[in-house]
């Protein structure tokens, strides 16, 4: 079982970012995944989930509304997290994780594995 986020990199203010979650060893499509962030200095921040695919709503926390939107290919067995009109703010590292019940509804009841961590710098 393993995840590996990806796509982090630097973007000016007002820029858009893809970031990619794919998994490996399973299958993504039957769990829910959930993206947080961590900035330095502060604590790990949920940013968004979906649910597994027998569901697949999403919702967004405080950061990410209006701003960001989640899905899923299936066929590339890998969840992403479309960020627009980013802030400064948004700079983090930024982790995707697997609920960890098998066709879990967000928000998941936890969280088992996680990836490794892209990170995003917003600035000018």
């Known amino acids: 079982v393993q995840l590996q986020a990806s796509g982090g990199g630097l973007v000016q203010p007002g820029g858009s970012l893809s970031l990619s979650c794919a998994a490996s060893?399973?299958?993504?499509?039957?769990?829910?995944v959930g993206w947080f962030r961590q900035a330095p200095g502060k604590e790990r921040e949920e940013v968004s989930c979906?649910?597994?695919?027998?569901?697949?709503?999403?919702y967004l926390q405080g950061p990410g509304k209006g701003r960001f939107t989640v899905s899923r290919d299936n066929a590339k067995n890998t969840v992403y997290l479309h960020m627009n009109s980013l802030k400064p703010e948004d700079t983090a590292v930024y982790y995707c994780?697997?609920?960890?019940?098998?066709?879990?509804?967000?928000?998941?009841?936890?969280?088992?594995?996680w990836g490794q961590g892209t990170l995003v710098t917003v600035s000018s």
């Open positions: 060893g399973f299958s993504l499509r039957y769990y829910a």
């Open positions: 994780a697997r609920g960890s019940r098998y066709g879990d509804y967000c928000p998941p009841v936890g969280y088992d594995s």
């Open positions: 979906i649910s597994s695919d027998t569901d697949s709503t999403t």
